[in-house]
Every structure is written in structure tokens, then in C-alpha cells.
């Protein structure tokens, strides 16, 4: 040991050990009773502070190049957040960007939802990422490729693709924080013309007719928009977001950002009476949170996208909303909106008033985690021939356990009445225009990682879906008719404290808060 001076001679064998001790040179033992500056309190760095012996404490923090190469570090007692640059910090397997210069005020992103709304705190995160300079980078993906088998007489088979892929910025500006984000899809190429089949769903046009039994393809150009956001003190914090295209301040986190359906590539049947605005050609939204509350409203282009799912649209920013959303830990977020959609559909004359609320639950575990949403979604129409409520119910889970499985389920009931045309309407004695159904759609399935990386997860996967309507839609879609679903999925690894680039190793004294 640096400092100690060993004496040349062996000890005396039979001498004790706190004998030996005392007889090496320059070396003091501590004596039974303590000395009078000792502290009874004292840290072990201060009683191991021996004259002549120069030894490392046990509370020396390592340096910031060690840092950088350890993993697992999480996992060790007392460690605190760790500083990535001048926004991200790391706690845990959780990444948080502060907002302007604050040590307090930090936005997770694992809280993130998409546009401006909330998942719990400790929902997973699949994320590239890279320090570049003043700014920290960010890149998510996902693409599912794979067979996808509609059952009966409506149903048919078609190899498809659905994919989105989605840069973020961050880069501190003034007193805030600036975030930059696009959002991408290849679904116009890599969908069959309509759309990808899904019985029961309706929502948008092709070639100037309602989609029925499709999933219209996502925009080339799903969202190009920037966020600014002041702290306001250590709890609060004021923001704007301006997209073109992007989502107004309505309904839960769109289907494909939620972590209750991470695994499952399907659309929900409910998702033009609750998320189906995450992309609107023309949004802007102001609010404000203060610790576990969220209040934000939106001014915004109504309109669903047109046939051209490659161009960029414009229409009068002529509808509204208002969102509360509320995080009372870090495993739970909810929210309440209301919305007002000056004529949404482009067929359809009529305005819609969109009501929704959501509970989403987030639970990691050792070697897993597991995500739950409850959400409600109701479209009050005011049209020729459409006045009335249709309701959307949907309860989705995913599990993952042992790192690489998942389980998922979706279990929807929803109301549609734009199912039937004017033929088939004719066929049953049905008079009225818009007629509408109860229809269940009951989701189970399940996927299993085969090749991990630091960068990159790959998973298979398979679901199956039942169905329940009223018997009158028999004759059109089978007594009992059965899909699904057989898929290959790639996205990002999960981001983990280990795996984080650019990272400074730079502990803080005191683990920061969350606001």
C-alpha cells in the first residue's frame, strides 16, 4: 500500500494479529476506547483517516472514465441520477431531459406520449440516441412485417408492412428546453391500395368510397413539429408545440406510441372515436403543468387526411380542444379531453364533438415489465342522417417477462355504423342510412425476442382474433369469423444506464427529484 512501511524482519509467529499491527512502523491502531476528537458518528472515511497510510476510502466515487464503462450500475445501492450532457440524466434504466438549466425540473421520457399527451413515468423506452455537441439525439423505429389473415367472407390475406420511424432533438435554448421531432411511415408503399384488412374497421376514404374492413395506410409525413418548455419554479413548467403535421391535445397516446400495445400491429377498432387526431396538418397547443397535472388546449385542422397520403394538406385551423391529464406516481397516468371536429370526415358533412378518457398502468419487474390501458372514446355526431353517440371501449395489456417474452391481449367493444352500403342495407330491409352495430373484437397473442443487441431488438410474433356482432351481419361476415396474424418485428434495444452513448459519468451529489 502506498504510504506503508513494512518492517524488514518477519513477524514474531506467535505474536496476535493486532500485535503484528502495532509493531509495523508508522502505523497506529485504533485503541478500545475511542480518542477524544473521534465522533461516535463518524463516516468509515473519517475512522480509516490512519497517520502515515494512504488507502482508498470506501466512499471514493470513481472517476468519470470508469464510469463510463460500467453496467449494472443501477442495480448498486444509494446510486443516484447520472448527468448525459446538459440535458439527459440517467436513474436506473429511466432517461429524463431537463428542462433549461434546472437540476429539479426534469420531463422523463418514458412519460412522453405522443404530441403532447402522458404514459406513466416508467414506461419502457426503445431509443437510439447520441450526444452531439449542445444537442442530444434520439431515434426510434419500429417495423412489423409479416402475413395478416382476415377471416371470413370479407376477409381476406395480404403480406404487408406496417412501420413508422421517428428522430427527436433536444437542445437547450434560453431559459427552456427545445425539442425537434418528425415522424415517418412507409405504410403508403407497403400497405395494399385501401389500406390493411381488418374486419370491422371504417374510418377514411379510397377512391372517393368509405373504407370498410381496412386500416388506411399512415402519411408518408405523420409529424413534423417543436416543442418549447419553460420551467416555471422546481414543480411546474409551461410549454407550446406547433406540428404541421401533429397531434392536438385529445385522447390517449395514440395506439402505436402506448405501451399496453408495444407487440400488437393492429389498429384498434376504436381509433376514429379516440386517437385517430394524432395527425391533423395544422396544430398549436399551450399549457402547463404543475407536479402531477397537466392542463393543455389546441387550436387545429379537423380534417382526416385525404386519399394523397403524400402530400401536405390545408384546411382552416377551425376545431378545438382541452386535455387534463394527471400522473399521481410514476406508474400511473390518466387523462380527460373533449374536442370539438369541424367536419373530420371528407364524405360526410357534419361536425363531430369527440369525448375520451384513458387510465394507463406501467409496472416493471425484475427481468420485465408489464403495461395496462383503459380507454373510452365517444363520438357525438351532428349530421344529416348521423345524430347520436357511438361508443368505443378498449382494454389492452402487454407483459413482458424473462427479458425476450410477451404476452398481449386487446378486448374491444365499439359501435360502428358506416359498415354496411346501400346494396347490403337493401338486402336486409334496412332503411335506415347509417345503421349501427355493437361489434367485439377479443385480441390474444404473444412474441419472443430472437436476437438482442445493444442497438437492435428482432421479435416474432402471432396473434388471433374472435369476433362478436348481431346475427343480421351473418350473411356478410360469417357466423364466427377468425384472424390473424404472423409477424417479424425490429425496433431499437431497450435503452438501459449501461448502454447510453455519449454518457459524462458525472454523478451529482444529491439524487434529484422529480417534479
Known amino acids: 500500500m502506498p504510504g506503508m512501511q513494512m518492517p524488514s524482519a518477519s513477524p514474531n509467529p506467535q505474536a496476535s494479529p493486532q500485535q503484528k499491527m502495532e509493531n509495523m512502523p508508522g502505523m497506529q491502531m485504533p485503541q478500545g476506547s475511542p480518542s477524544p476528537g473521534a465522533q461516535p458518528g463518524a463516516s468509515p472515511q473519517t475512522q480509516m483517516n490512519m497517520p502515515g497510510m494512504n488507502m482508498p476510502m470506501p466512499g471514493a466515487s470513481p472517476s468519470p472514465g470508469a464510469m463510463e464503462n460500467m453496467k449494472g450500475m443501477e442495480n448498486m445501492p444509494g446510486m443516484g441520477p447520472m448527468n448525459m450532457g446538459p440535458l439527459g440524466v440517467m436513474s436506473g434504466n429511466e432517461m429524463s431531459i431537463r428542462v433549461g438549466s434546472s437540476e429539479t425540473n426534469l420531463m422523463d421520457v418514458g412519460q412522453m406520449g405522443s404530441g403532447t399527451s402522458w404514459q406513466p413515468d416508467t414506461s419502457p423506452t426503445f431509443m437510439m440516441d447520441k450526444q452531439a455537441g449542445d444537442w442530444l439525439l434520439m ?39 427545445l425539442q425537434l421531432r418528425g415522424m415517418f411511415s412507409f ?24 373504407l370498410v374492413d381496412r386500416q388506411h395506410p399512415h402519411d408518408l409525413w405523420m409529424e413534423l413539429s417543436a416543442q418549447y418548455t419553460m420551467a416555471l419554479g422546481e414543480r411546474g413548467t409551461w410549454f407550446t408545440y406547433f406540428g404541421y403535421p401533429g397531434e392536438p391535445a385529445l385522447g390517449p397516446p395514440a395506439f402505436m406510441h402506448r405501451a399496453s400495445a408495444s407487440e400488437n400491429p393492429s389498429a384498434t377498432l376504436s381509433h376514429h372515436l379516440q386517437d385517430s387526431t394524432h395527425i391533423s396538418f395544422g396544430v398549436l397547443t399551450t ?22 397520403r403524400y402530400n401536405f394538406e390545408a384546411h382552416p385551423w377551425n376545431s378545438r380542444s382541452v386535455r387534463l391529464s394527471f400522473a399521481p406516481n410514476r406508474n400511473w397516468s390518466m387523462q380527460i379531453s373533449h374536442g370539438f371536429l369541424r367536419h373530420p370526415e371528407a364524405l360526410e358533412p357534419g361536425d363531430v364533438r369527440r369525448s375520451t378518457a384513458s387510465i394507463s398502468y406501467n409496472r416493471p419487474f425484475n427481468r420485465g415489465n408489464w403495461a395496462t390501458s383503459i380507454i373510452w372514446g365517444r363520438n357525438h355526431l351532428n349530421s344529416p342522417g348521423k345524430i347520436g353517440n357511438l361508443n368505443g ?5 402487454t407483459v413482458n417477462f424473462l427479458d425476450k417474452n410477451y404476452l398481449y391481449t386487446r378486448l374491444e ?49 402471432s396473434d388471433v382474433t374472435f369476433y362478436s356482432k348481431p346475427s343480421v351481419l351473418d350473411q356478410f361476415y360469417g357466423t364466427n369469423p377468425v384472424s390473424w396474424r404472423l409477424y417479424l418485428r425490429i425496433r431499437p434495444a431497450k435503452m438501459k444506464m449501461g448502454q447510453m452513448h455519449g454518457m459524462h459519468g458525472n454523478m451529482p451529489q444529491k439524487p434529484q427529484s422529480n417534479p
Open 393 to 397: 371501449y378498449t382494454a389492452e395489456s
Open 287 to 308: 399549457g402547463f403543468t404543475y407536479r402531477w397535472f397537466k392542463l393543455e388546449g389546441s387550436i387545429f385542422n379537423g380534417r382526416e387526411p385525404d386519399e394523397n
Open 413 to 461: 367493444l365499439v359501435d360502428k355504423d358506416d359498415l354496411l352500403r346501400a346494396a347490403e342495407r337493401a338486402r336486409l330491409g334496412i332503411t335506415q342510412e347509417h345503421p349501427s352495430f355493437r361489434i367485439g373484437a377479443y385480441t390474444f397473442g404473444g412474441a419472443r425476442d430472437i436476437w438482442n443487441t445493444d442497438k437492435v431488438s428482432m421479435a416474432v410474433g
Open 187 to 210: 405504410e403508403p408503399f407497403t400497405f395494399a391500395r385501401g389500406g390493411s384488412p381488418l374486419l370491422f374497421q371504417t374510418g377514411e376514404t379510397f377512391k372517393n368510397q368509405p
Open 139 to 177: 431515434f426510434h423505429y419500429n417495423a412489423i412485417v409479416g402475413v395478416n389473415a382476415q377471416g371470413g367472407p370479407r376477409g381476406v390475406t395480404k403480406f404487408e408492412s406496417a412501420n413508422w420511424f421517428m428522430p427527436m432533438a433536444f437542445h437547450k435554448l434560453g431559459n427552456g428546453t
